[in-house]
């Protein structure tokens, strides 16, 4: 471990001054100081485009770019031949419906069972996949522990099930959930099983094999990265039998005027001038995470802060929270609801007071309806964060209660 988790602020330009307390790690993290040089070292000293310059920084391109996907496979245990770039978790969701809509011939009346917990990124182009096939959608509801409800699932996943996507944690309420169940039920079924990872991946320990599902999905600008870059990871087995989802240049064999082929490695999903910078700066972030000590070490971390702030927000009158009860569960996500405040208005005081808190849907509006509710404020901790971050969110819910009862 290169630093202490005290001193940890000092790697961020952003954190290091301590002006305000960052708690919105769940819409995009912060950036070390060495994500930054990795990028900027690309474009001061190498920039070029990969996989075809026959001279030395176009060769020194790829072989960052091809490093960086062994770096980040490594970090998921995936192979290699495993991982692919994309512009993010979104990019990764529609890129992968498109591909399996190509690959498969769905008929009418098939079904694809989703968590409720699911992202916008995640729901939506399933849901169009369904209108365009006429396939039917079903939900997998909460339990009453803010956990879904497994037995609910396996009356769900049924012999017309072909896809079952279901997130690793949720942005909104941090559970993490237990997708073996799940995975386990749709592959009886022999459906393909998603796992949207974005709120999980450099959260806790991911292993993809151990995890069993076919496909997975995450943002780099969630994990230290920067915007822009994604990972769909797929099962050796699928992408073999996988038709691409998106064409264009550098994912091809041979194009001729009326058909194509496809380049017989990992290419073939990467159409297009990659995110190369990207690419090499989620590298750097994962490096700089396992530096730090590893997922393990941050989970439990972040699992101590939500304790405490769990403990400090049950000072704040009116307060309900929305999370599992064994913090060991939770990726660090705490959304909350103040009576009579509307959460904008809690995250506008709380911004005021140069604290980060994020309110609305988050992009989860199935689950925030099922919740009963139209919003929520939600606070998201990650290891830069401290206890003096949740002491100044706590105040300025203090501040919220007084002003608004
Ligand atoms: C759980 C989850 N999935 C998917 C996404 C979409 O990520 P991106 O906007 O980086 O494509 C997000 C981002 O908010 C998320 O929190």
Same mark, same amino acid.
């Given at each position: 471990m290169h630093n202490t988790f005290e001193h940890?602020?000092?790697?961020?330009p952003v954190l290091k001054d301590n002006t305000f307390a960052y708690l919105d790690t769940a819409a995009t993290s912060q950036t070390p100081q060495s994500v930054i040089d990795a990028i900027s070292d690309y474009y001061t000293n190498y920039r070029a485009s990969i996989?075809? !310059?026959?001279?030395p920084v176009a060769e020194k391109a790829t072989q960052e770019y091809e490093k960086a996907r062994e770096r980040v496979a490594e970090f998921i245990h995936a192979g290699t031949d495993e991982v692919i770039f994309t512009a993010g978790a979104t990019a990764s969701s529609n890129m992968l419906v498109y591909a399996l809509e190509n690959t498969f011939d769905l008929q009418e009346g098939d079904e694809i069972v989703i968590s409720i917990t699911e992202h916008h990124a995640s729901i939506v182009p399933l849901q169009e996949f369904a209108r365009r096939k006429k396939l039917v959608m079903k939900y997998i509801p909460l339990a009453n522990n803010f956990e879904l409800d497994y037995n609910k699932a396996a009356e769900l996943i049924t012999e017309r099930t072909k896809i079952v996507s279901v997130m690793l944690?949720? *942005?909104?309420?941090?559970t993490i959930h237990d997708i073996s169940k799940i995975v386990a039920l749709g592959h009886k079924v022999g459906a393909i099983v998603i796992s949207d990872a974005t709120a999980a991946v450099g959260h806790i320990p991911v292993d993809v094999h151990h995890l069993g599902v076919d496909f997975l999905y995450f943002s780099g600008h969630k994990i230290c990265g920067p915007t822009g870059i994604g990972v769909l990871y797929g099962k050796k087995e699928r992408l073999n039998s996988l038709y691409p989802g998106f064409f264009g240049g550098?994912?091809?064999?041979v194009v001729e005027k009326d058909r194509a082929t496809w380049a017989d490695?990992?290419?073939?999903?990467?159409? !297009?001038?990659? *995110?190369i910078a990207g690419v090499i700066g989620l590298a750097a972030a994962v490096t700089y995470l396992e530096d730090i000590g590893g997922t393990k070490a941050i989970h439990s971390i972040v699992a101590d802060l939500v304790e405490y702030a769990m403990q400090e927000l049950?000072?704040?009158?009116g307060l309900t929270v929305y999370v599992e009860a064994d913090v060991r569960k939770n990726t660090g996500i705490v959304s909350f609801t103040i009576d009579g405040i509307h959460p904008h208005d809690i995250a506008q005081i709380a911004g005021q007071n140069n604290v980060a808190i994020r309110a609305g849907h988050h992009c989860a509006m199935p689950l925030i309806e099922e919740l009963g509710l139209s919003a929520t404020a939600r606070m998201s901790l990650y290891f830069y964060n401290t206890k003096n971050d949740v002491d100044r969110l706590i105040l300025s819910l203090q501040k919220a209660v007084k002003t608004f009862k």
């Open positions: 940890i602020k000092k790697d961020f996989h075809r !310059g026959l001279y944690a949720s *942005n909104v309420l941090g550098s994912m091809i064999d490695d990992i290419s073939r999903f990467e159409a !297009g001038t990659s *995110n049950k000072k704040i009158e």
